[in-house]
């Protein structure tokens, strides 16, 4: 069946950087278009990014933009976001998406603190 298993989060201080992964399995990695996806405490869903199928078109959500990196390696079935210069807002579980799909991953914590 369809899996995505986030990980990579943690606590980092402000100024920080923390690189996400999540690994796919269940279906064609490569045919769909993925995406990351946050919540933090008390908030709605928030869209952070998104990555077409061969990974040549990125998206940001202004939040995010210049301080974050999507990337992908099809071979690996692995989405990856790399994040710096974490501010505490950046704080929430983190998920991977898939267009195609309505499966939601574990997420990962990120908590962003001094």
């Known amino acids: 069946q369809v899996q995505l298993v986030e990980s990579g989060g943690g606590l980092v201080q402000p100024g920080g950087s923390l690189r996400l992964s999540c690994v796919a399995s269940?279906?064609?990695?490569?045919?769909?278009?993925m995406s990351w996806v946050r919540q933090a405490p008390g908030k709605g869903i928030e869209w952070v990014s998104e990555?077409?199928?061969?990974?040549?078109?990125?998206q940001y959500a202004d939040s995010v933009k210049g301080r974050f990196i999507i990337s992908r390696d099809n071979t690996k079935n692995t989405l990856y976001l790399q994040m710096h210069s974490l501010r505490p807002e950046d704080t929430a579980r983190y998920y991977c998406?898939?267009?195609?799909?309505?499966?939601w991953g574990q997420g990962t914590q990120v908590t962003v603190s001094a």
């Open positions: 990555i077409n199928t061969r990974g040549t078109h990125l």
């Open positions: 998406r898939a267009s195609d799909y309505e499966t």
């Open positions: 269940g279906f064609t990695f490569s045919g769909q278009v």
